[in-house]
């Protein structure tokens, strides 16, 4: 799989919109750009994911630039419980999640 | 509906004891898989079972590891003579289909923390 490279971490307060930036320079054509995040304690929770065009789901809107080499997963309104690490990772044929280290966003009130 | 599930939630064990964890994917997912995730790490991938075909066990760190999926259904990994090595939270997760991987997403349970002394 293509490599991603994402910011350590980042912080954000309550309520307000936040912008987290995946790098993928490498990306393929036929790559997919997924997102999953684990909170403290729990197992990994897919977000969204994308090809192409921007996407929006409940969780989370997806930009994705238009040569395809970075996007940005978007929260609209974080509340304490996003909380939690971001993984931004690159999909094709294979069925193995292959994360690195994410992003940590912290959220204070 | 009902998630994944995974037991025990812990199990703290001796070095050289077996150990057994069991996952219990959502009804209806065809393809379950194992990753493990030792303290501050990504996921490691360990094996993948899809539906009654062999599994792939390439992830798999040594012969000490093993799983079965009985049934389609049921899974479980089995470390034998366990290493401290081997300490790390054990994640399982299904997923409604294979290989398309583009984009097929993974549901994943609460894991089982390991810890060997």
């Known amino acids: 799989d293509a490599k991603t490279t994402q910011p350590n971490s980042m912080e954000s307060n309550e309520e307000e919109p936040v912008h987290l930036p995946c790098n993928h320079s490498?990306?393929?054509?036929?790559?997919?750009i997924h997102w999953y995040r684990q909170l403290p304690s729990q197992g990994p929770e897919y977000v969204i994911h994308?090809?192409?065009s921007n996407v929006n789901n409940r969780m989370a809107s997806l930009a994705i630039a238009e040569d395809r080499k970075s996007s940005t997963l978007i929260l609209h309104r974080a509340t304490l419980r996003d909380a939690a690490v971001y993984y931004c990772i690159l999909r094709n044929s294979g069925y193995a999640l292959n994360f690195g280290k994410g992003t940590s966003l912290l959220v204070t009130p | 509906g009902a998630g994944v599930s995974q037991s025990p939630s812990n199990k703290v064990t001796e070095k050289g004891k077996d150990v057994e964890l069991r996952c219990d994917p959502i009804s209806g997912h065809t393809a379950l898989y194992w990753y493990r995730q030792s303290l501050g790490q990504g996921l490691e991938f360990l094996i993948y079972?899809?539906?009654?075909?062999?599994?792939?066990k390439s992830g798999l760190p040594s012969d000490r590891f093993s799983a079965e999926r009985t049934g389609g259904s049921v899974s479980t990994l089995t470390i034998q003579r366990t290493q401290q090595e081997d300490s790390a939270v054990y994640l399982c997760?299904?997923?409604?289909?294979?290989?398309?991987?583009?984009?097929?997403?993974?549901?994943f349970g609460p894991g089982t923390r390991l810890t060997v002394l």
């Open positions: 490498t990306i393929s054509g036929t790559d997919y």
């Open positions: 994308g090809l192409t």
């Open positions: 079972f899809q539906g009654n075909s062999a599994p792939d």
């Open positions: 997760a299904s997923s409604t289909r294979a290989g398309a991987g583009a984009y097929n997403e993974q549901f």
